[in-house]
């Protein structure tokens, strides 16, 4: 093998993982976005999470209709991509305790108010 079809390969690759990480950010973005409530993580693991979400998306749906092969890069991919990464987050927060904790007794929710100034007179004789 030449060095020219070694570079080729490497920019197909290249190309590829560039390709996944700007999708993944995208899926993993508006999964969060549908999710309520305040989501973990930051810009690596939105990231991590579209990727993962749209291989186990795809993979499910290649899963249930045998025969069909989804491309990430579609509008089915990107369905089947935001679901799968709605689902990694949902399990996320589940077993990080986010809707459900141990014991009896449900967390309370602390008021913080301001402290009042009270103003001293001093009276004069």
Do not use: N
């Not at 999708?23 to 976005?33: D, E, N, Y």
Request: proline residues 6%.
């Amino acid at each position: 093998m030449d060095s020219a079809a070694v570079m080729e390969q490497v920019q197909i690759l290249a190309q590829d993982v560039l390709m996944w990480v700007g999708f993944g950010t995208l899926v993993g973005l508006l999964a969060k976005a549908i999710m309520p409530g305040r989501d973990p993580g930051g810009a690596v693991a939105t990231l991590l999470m579209g990727i993962a979400g749209t291989v186990l998306g795809c993979a499910i749906l290649s899963y249930f209709y045998a025969g069909v092969r989804v491309s990430p890069i579609s509008p089915l991919g990107f369905v089947a991509g935001t679901g799968g990464a709605f689902i990694l987050l949902a399990f996320y927060r589940i077993l990080g305790g986010f809707w459900f904790r141990e014991g009896a007794v449900p967390p309370r929710h602390r008021v913080y108010r301001r402290p009042v100034r009270r103003r001293t007179y001093v009276l004069e004789e």
